[in-house]
C-alpha cells in the first residue's frame, strides 16, 4: 500500500511548490507571481466567509493591484501599497466554495493567507 499526500487546501496557477508557503503562518516565506497568475483556496461546502487577511510582499515596494474573488460571490478589486503585515478585507458572512487572489500587477508575493470564518 502507498500513502497518499493529504491534499493542499491551496492550488496556484504558477509555482505550485510555493503555493503552501501563504499557510504556514511564516511572512519570510511567499508565493510569487505575475499579472494574471492566481492562487486558490478550496473551502469547506457552505462556508461563510468574513473576512480574509493577507500580507504580501513585493521587492520594489510599488503599489500593486489585485482581485479577491469568491466562487458565487462576485470579486473586489484592490490595491496594496502595505507590505509585511496582514491587512483584513470584509466580506460579512458570504457564502463561497472557493476564495482567489489574482494578481493584476508583475513580481508580487502572498507571505501569509488567513481565512476567518
Same mark, same amino acid.
Not at 511564516?26 to 486558490?40: L, M, P, R
Not at 473551502?43 to 466567509?49: A, E, Q, T
Not at 504580501?56 to 474573488?69: C, H, T, W, Y
Given at each position: 500500500?502507498?500513502?497518499? %499526500?493529504? &491534499?493542499?487546501?491551496?492550488?496556484?496557477? $504558477?509555482?505550485?511548490?510555493?503555493?503552501? %508557503?501563504?499557510?504556514?503562518?511564516?511572512?519570510? $516565506?511567499?508565493?510569487?507571481?505575475?499579472? +494574471?497568475?492566481?492562487? $486558490?483556496?478550496? =473551502?469547506?461546502? *457552505?462556508?461563510? /466567509?468574513?473576512?480574509?487577511? /493577507?500580507?504580501?510582499?513585493?521587492? %520594489? *515596494?510599488?503599489? !500593486?493591484?489585485?482581485?479577491?474573488?469568491?466562487?458565487? +460571490? *462576485? *470579486?473586489?478589486? =484592490?490595491?496594496?501599497?502595505?507590505?509585511?503585515?496582514?491587512?483584513?478585507?470584509?466580506?460579512?458572512? $458570504?457564502?463561497?466554495?472557493?476564495?482567489? /487572489? =489574482? =494578481? %493584476?500587477?508583475?513580481?508580487?508575493? /502572498? !507571505?501569509? &493567507?488567513?481565512?476567518?470564518?
Amino acid at each position: 500500500l502507498e500513502s497518499q %499526500n493529504p &491534499v493542499s487546501p491551496v492550488t496556484a496557477s $504558477t509555482d505550485m511548490e510555493n503555493a503552501p %508557503n501563504v499557510l504556514d503562518k511564516q511572512k519570510n $516565506t511567499v508565493w510569487q507571481g505575475n499579472k +494574471g497568475d492566481y492562487i $486558490t483556496f478550496a =473551502l469547506k461546502n *457552505g462556508s461563510k /466567509i468574513n473576512e480574509v487577511a /493577507i500580507a504580501f510582499k513585493r521587492d %520594489n *515596494g510599488l503599489p !500593486a493591484e489585485f482581485e479577491i474573488q469568491l466562487s458565487g +460571490g *462576485g *470579486g473586489q478589486f =484592490l490595491t496594496v501599497s502595505q507590505y509585511g503585515e496582514l491587512i483584513s478585507y470584509p466580506f460579512k458572512g $458570504t457564502t463561497a466554495s472557493d476564495l482567489r /487572489i =489574482l =494578481l %493584476n500587477d508583475d513580481r508580487v508575493g /502572498i !507571505a501569509e &493567507v488567513v481565512l476567518k470564518e
